[in-house]
């Protein structure tokens, strides 16, 4: 069977693997000892894993002896159960102590969904079965029976089972010893005997079931008679086989193979296609579904990946401070206008960011950024300069304005925009900040509280445009900041336009607001985010004084600086 039936996997973990026992088909457990194991066991098609005590011993690399405290084999147990749904039966050894640990066992197990408990009738500590059996203390008949009690007792899912494990074929005490106290064992109420064996041959085992004839339900693993035709168990009437610790042993072999091979090669390249690739690790981790959570609830995660800074130009105004560097790296409130836009990309996880340089471009500090050149930017706007980074418009892009500095909130709204095309637009027309900008935005609506929630669309941009006196009947709506949000589909479209644009004669005049205004006559719809205030555009000597006075206040442990203009 290779898929788990869907109405038995929706049972309790506890009633399928009843199920299992008390059912009339011979069915199989599969050995895990970690989450990935357990996993694996799942996708293979079984329907049940076998929690084994020298398997989840040997992956932490100490003895079955009890070395692993009960504790962290309970640890292990949840991880198990975490990655798989299967109902998992542990391996419980002797019960870790006597019939007041079996009873505390049992309790933690069902508090972390763990189906049953398999507890063998020799004394703590325990060791392997395989090794030096003989030699190995049973325990009293009746203290053992106590156990089962005492387990069976404290249980708060009456389909929790409790499989009773009689060593006495191991110790060497003969058939009629394990007959008794696997009779005793059932009268104390287990719900299953394991009957173990360590010869080569199924013939105790058979011999064992047909004395037994049916008073309860068997397991056996049969990890010492591997040959047996498995027809050999169905026939005897065996509930459960276990196969016990395969995959701890494959997964050794595989290790020990690995691991030799590239130290000896000292290359991995005679591996790569004989294990497991990292893409399939990831899918057993369930990646994809962290991947498909952290969009629905981890704020940003959906940001833009990249940005694109127009800085190639001078600019007119500020000519006595720009002889050796472009305007992007004038220092504002101790650090240069670019890092302050660099350090807002990135404080919204934009790492990509592209910088178009220019004018003095080799004064431009590359750090954290990637720098591409408009040589011809002397004679040459700004879609020129966009062009020279649109080839790299492969993820989410925020295009902005080098000169630009802005409270954080503002790009963090934009950039929760879904839209193909997005802007920020300051409504705050009539304030003495940012006179110079002269990109004025008319919109379908004004800026309006009221009106909080609807869409609101870019109808056209007035580059270099005249100051709207007062009262003038078209007024603009607001002054476009410098940044345009591009995502999704609207990327290939956006190259598609500026590849169009290139093609016209005055394609090197022309300047971001010619492309806002394509866009529109294109039919593409320009979400407009609104806001008053809270940013500045350094355009002039007085903006570039108002600009520090701006930075100051949003550099840490700033005092004063509250902006009256822009306290509504
Ligand atoms: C285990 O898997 O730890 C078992 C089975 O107890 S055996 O190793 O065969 O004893
Ligand atoms: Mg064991």
Same mark, same amino acid.
């Given at each position: 069977m290779n898929a788990i039936d869907p109405i038995f996997?929706?049972?309790t973990r506890t009633a399928r693997l009843r199920q299992m026992i008390v059912g009339n088909e011979l069915e199989f457990m599969m050995e895990a000892h970690n989450g990935l194991s357990a996993r694996i066991v799942r996708e293979a098609g079984f329907k049940a894993i076998w929690g084994s005590g020298l398997a989840i011993s040997a992956q932490y690399g100490v003895r079955d002896n009890n070395e692993a405290s009960w504790t962290q084999v309970v640890d292990t147990l949840e991880f198990m159960a975490d990655a798989s749904d299967l109902p998992?039966?542990?391996?419980?050894?002797?019960?870790?102590?006597?019939?007041?640990?079996?009873?505390?066992?049992?309790?933690k197990l069902e508090q972390r969904g763990i189906a049953g408990v398999c507890i063998e009738d020799k004394q703590f500590p325990k060791t392997n079965s395989f090794i030096d059996g003989e030699r190995q203390p049973l325990a009293e008949i009746d203290e053992f029976c106590g156990k089962i009690k005492a387990g069976k007792d404290s249980q708060s899912d009456d389909n929790f089972s409790i499989v009773a494990r009689v060593e006495a074929l191991i110790a060497g005490w !003969?058939? *009629?010893e394990a007959l008794r106290r696997a009779e005793a064992y059932r009268?104390? !109420?287990? *719900?299953?005997?394991?009957i173990h064996s360590k010869l080569s041959r199924p013939d105790e085992i058979l011999a064992f079931a047909r004395e037994w004839a049916g008073r309860g339900p068997l397991v056996i693993v049969p990890t010492k008679y591997y040959s047996t035709p498995t027809d050999v168990f169905r026939k005897a009437g065996i509930s459960v086989v276990i196969w016990a610790n395969h995959l701890i042993r494959v997964a050794a072999s595989s290790m020990q193979a690995v691991a030799k091979e590239i130290h000896d090669s000292e290359t991995l390249v005679n591996v790569e296609d004989r294990i497991a690739s990292v893409n399939e690790i990831f899918r057993l981790q369930d990646a994809d579904e962290y991947s498909a959570a952290e969009k629905m609830y981890l704020s940003g995660s959906q940001a833009p990946g990249a940005a694109v800074v127009l800085a190639a130009s001078r600019g007119t105004g500020l000519e006595p401070?720009?002889?050796?560097?472009?305007?992007?790296?004038?220092?504002v409130a101790g650090k240069p206008l670019l890092r302050w836009l660099v350090d807002a990309f990135k404080k919204q996880s934009i790492n990509d960011i592209t910088v178009v340089g220019g004018y003095q471009a080799k004064a431009i500090d590359t750090a954290g950024i990637k720098l591409v050149l408009n040589e011809q930017y002397a004679q040459t706007g700004e879609l020129a300069s966009l062009a020279c980074a649109a080839d790299g418009l492969h993820t989410d892009t925020v295009i902005a304005y080098g000169d630009l500095l802005f409270r954080s909130y503002i790009l963090r709204d934009l950039l929760e925009s879904d839209a193909p095309f997005s802007v920020v637009?300051?409504?705050?027309?009539?304030?003495e900040s940012n006179r110079s900008v002269r990109d004025f935005a008319y919109c379908s609506a004004a800026d309006d509280r009221d009106l909080f929630g609807q869409k609101v669309l870019l109808r056209h941009v007035s580059s270099k445009g005249q100051e709207p006196a007062a009262g003038q009947a078209q007024a603009p709506h607001g002054r476009w900041i410098g940044l345009l949000n591009v995502r999704g589909e609207g990327r290939e479209r956006l190259q598609k336009?500026?590849?169009?644009?290139?093609?016209?004669d005055d394609f090197n005049t022309l300047d971001m607001p010619a492309l806002l205004n394509a866009l529109v006559a294109a039919g593409e719809e320009i979400e407009v985010k609104y806001v008053h205030g809270h940013w500045r555009g350094v355009n002039d000597l007085d903006d570039f004084r108002r600009a520090g006075d701006f930075a100051h206040t949003q550099t840490p442990f700033a005092v004063g600086g509250t902006d009256a203009e822009e306290a509504r």
């Amino acid at each position: 069977m290779n898929a788990i039936d869907p109405i038995f996997s929706t049972a309790t973990r506890t009633a399928r693997l009843r199920q299992m026992i008390v059912g009339n088909e011979l069915e199989f457990m599969m050995e895990a000892h970690n989450g990935l194991s357990a996993r694996i066991v799942r996708e293979a098609g079984f329907k049940a894993i076998w929690g084994s005590g020298l398997a989840i011993s040997a992956q932490y690399g100490v003895r079955d002896n009890n070395e692993a405290s009960w504790t962290q084999v309970v640890d292990t147990l949840e991880f198990m159960a975490d990655a798989s749904d299967l109902p998992i039966l542990l391996d419980g050894d002797t019960g870790y102590g006597n019939f007041n640990n079996v009873r505390r066992l049992v309790r933690k197990l069902e508090q972390r969904g763990i189906a049953g408990v398999c507890i063998e009738d020799k004394q703590f500590p325990k060791t392997n079965s395989f090794i030096d059996g003989e030699r190995q203390p049973l325990a009293e008949i009746d203290e053992f029976c106590g156990k089962i009690k005492a387990g069976k007792d404290s249980q708060s899912d009456d389909n929790f089972s409790i499989v009773a494990r009689v060593e006495a074929l191991i110790a060497g005490w !003969g058939m *009629d010893e394990a007959l008794r106290r696997a009779e005793a064992y059932r009268q104390a !109420g287990a *719900d299953a005997i394991l009957i173990h064996s360590k010869l080569s041959r199924p013939d105790e085992i058979l011999a064992f079931a047909r004395e037994w004839a049916g008073r309860g339900p068997l397991v056996i693993v049969p990890t010492k008679y591997y040959s047996t035709p498995t027809d050999v168990f169905r026939k005897a009437g065996i509930s459960v086989v276990i196969w016990a610790n395969h995959l701890i042993r494959v997964a050794a072999s595989s290790m020990q193979a690995v691991a030799k091979e590239i130290h000896d090669s000292e290359t991995l390249v005679n591996v790569e296609d004989r294990i497991a690739s990292v893409n399939e690790i990831f899918r057993l981790q369930d990646a994809d579904e962290y991947s498909a959570a952290e969009k629905m609830y981890l704020s940003g995660s959906q940001a833009p990946g990249a940005a694109v800074v127009l800085a190639a130009s001078r600019g007119t105004g500020l000519e006595p401070l720009t002889e050796d560097r472009p305007k992007v790296m004038l220092p504002v409130a101790g650090k240069p206008l670019l890092r302050w836009l660099v350090d807002a990309f990135k404080k919204q996880s934009i790492n990509d960011i592209t910088v178009v340089g220019g004018y003095q471009a080799k004064a431009i500090d590359t750090a954290g950024i990637k720098l591409v050149l408009n040589e011809q930017y002397a004679q040459t706007g700004e879609l020129a300069s966009l062009a020279c980074a649109a080839d790299g418009l492969h993820t989410d892009t925020v295009i902005a304005y080098g000169d630009l500095l802005f409270r954080s909130y503002i790009l963090r709204d934009l950039l929760e925009s879904d839209a193909p095309f997005s802007v920020v637009v300051d409504s705050s027309l009539t304030t003495e900040s940012n006179r110079s900008v002269r990109d004025f935005a008319y919109c379908s609506a004004a800026d309006d509280r009221d009106l909080f929630g609807q869409k609101v669309l870019l109808r056209h941009v007035s580059s270099k445009g005249q100051e709207p006196a007062a009262g003038q009947a078209q007024a603009p709506h607001g002054r476009w900041i410098g940044l345009l949000n591009v995502r999704g589909e609207g990327r290939e479209r956006l190259q598609k336009l500026l590849a169009e644009l290139r093609t016209r004669d005055d394609f090197n005049t022309l300047d971001m607001p010619a492309l806002l205004n394509a866009l529109v006559a294109a039919g593409e719809e320009i979400e407009v985010k609104y806001v008053h205030g809270h940013w500045r555009g350094v355009n002039d000597l007085d903006d570039f004084r108002r600009a520090g006075d701006f930075a100051h206040t949003q550099t840490p442990f700033a005092v004063g600086g509250t902006d009256a203009e822009e306290a509504r």
